[in-house]
């Protein structure tokens, strides 16, 4: 059995955050619609488990990924829905 996770001491470049969408315009809402895009440069699949997002003035609201997978040269996209931070 193969892993589509890379192992993790391959040289990775990181993920780049590439569109953060605060304050929709109505009737979306900050609490459902703001949304935070992630860009992965890499050739090889990304897990997301164990990394976290951080907002606010000082960084005290926290989203930790426990799952989740940025494709090889492609994106994702997390919602403050799912997340539960606004922006």
Avoid at 59 to 65: E, G, I, M
Avoid at 69 to 74: D, N, Q, R, T, W
Wanted: hydrophobic share 35%; no cysteine.
């Amino acid at each position: 059995i193969t892993s589509p996770i890379p192992d993790v001491s391959i040289d990775l470049s990181p993920l780049f955050i590439t569109e953060v969408l605060p304050n929709p315009a109505s009737p979306a809402t900050d609490e459902d619609d703001e949304y935070i895009e992630l860009y992965n440069p890499n050739d090889q699949i990304i897990s997301l488990d164990g990394y976290q997002l951080e907002s606010g003035n000082s960084f005290s609201y926290q989203y930790l990924f426990t799952d989740g997978f940025v494709p090889a040269l492609g994106y994702y996209t997390i919602f403050s829905k799912d997340s539960g931070l606004t922006l």
